[in-house]
């Protein structure tokens, strides 16, 4: 077996037909590597990681940050637009919090492997 780009030949093609037959489909793999480089920014993990604990506004979660208002609101942008976060509003200001459970399994799964 040739592939089109690869310069090789397989040495173990009914492996490489097996795993071929149970990897998502190419533009799955790239939204998945979309959703890791969203989650690959330090203060975009601890708003996740205070949001995990509960829903919170603009301004408290920039006190808990230490961080500007702007600052939280741009990252909390990116992530409401990449489906992590939801919002909403009451009265003057936005409250935020997980988008679902599974954010919190992530967080929780990913921070269980960086302290084995």
């Not at 408290?60 to 990252?75: F, N």
């Not at 939801?86 to 679902?100: F, P, Q, T």
């Not at 954010?103 to 799964?109: G, N, Q, S, T, V």
Request: charged share 35%; aromatic share 6%.
């Amino acid at each position: 077996m040739i592939n089109k780009r690869s310069d090789c030949e397989a040495i173990n093609p009914e492996i490489v037909d097996k795993v071929r037959d149970v990897m998502p489909n190419i533009k799955d793999l790239y939204e998945l590597s979309d959703f890791f480089k969203v989650m690959g920014d330090g203060t975009r993990i601890q708003l996740l990681w205070a949001l995990e604990e509960s829903e919170m506004c603009v301004g408290d979660l920039a006190v808990l940050l230490d961080m500007t208002k702007s600052a939280i609101s741009h990252q909390l942008k990116v992530l409401k637009m990449s489906k992590l976060v939801r919002s909403e509003k009451r009265g003057k200001n936005v409250y935020y919090a997980l988008d679902d459970d599974h954010i919190k399994d992530i967080l929780e799964k990913a921070l269980d492997h960086v302290r084995e």
